[in-house]
């Protein structure tokens, strides 16, 4: 069974840090693709950070610089440092494995709140 179990969202005042961790089990975590997406209020889902099983890593533009994601395929755990945060930055936070070759496989966990008073 795939479990991806969030962990460390919480409150933080603006310009505070935050690390997100996202345990896996259950898949063959270093041959995934790993990212961290987020849903604000009222807003879509979106991709914060991801980071590919050869570790190459992309970050959307509005965290560039703030926000760094990283994995440890001896733990099979993906983590999103978080810096310099922002109220804007307050939403659910979802990890997400996905395995490209056909057939497609993607699984995402229960997702952790974060929230950034200002």
């Known amino acids: 069974q795939v479990q991806l179990e969030e962990s460390g969202g919480g409150l933080a005042q603006a310009g505070g840090s935050l690390r997100l961790s996202c345990r896996t089990s259950g898949i063959m975590f270093r041959n995934y693709n790993m990212g961290w997406y987020r849903q604000g209020p009222g807003k879509q889902r979106e991709a914060v950070a991801t980071i590919s099983s050869g570790g190459t890593t992309s970050t959307v533009n509005s965290v560039k610089g703030r926000f760094t994601i990283s994995r440890d395929n001896a733990k099979n755990m993906v983590y999103l440092q978080m810096n310099s945060l922002k109220p804007e930055d307050t939403a659910v936070y979802y990890c997400?494995?996905?395995?490209?070759?056909?057939?497609?496989?993607?699984?995402w966990g229960q997702g952790t709140q974060v929230t950034v008073s200002s």
């Open positions: 997400n494995a996905r395995f490209a070759p056909l057939p497609v496989r993607e699984y």
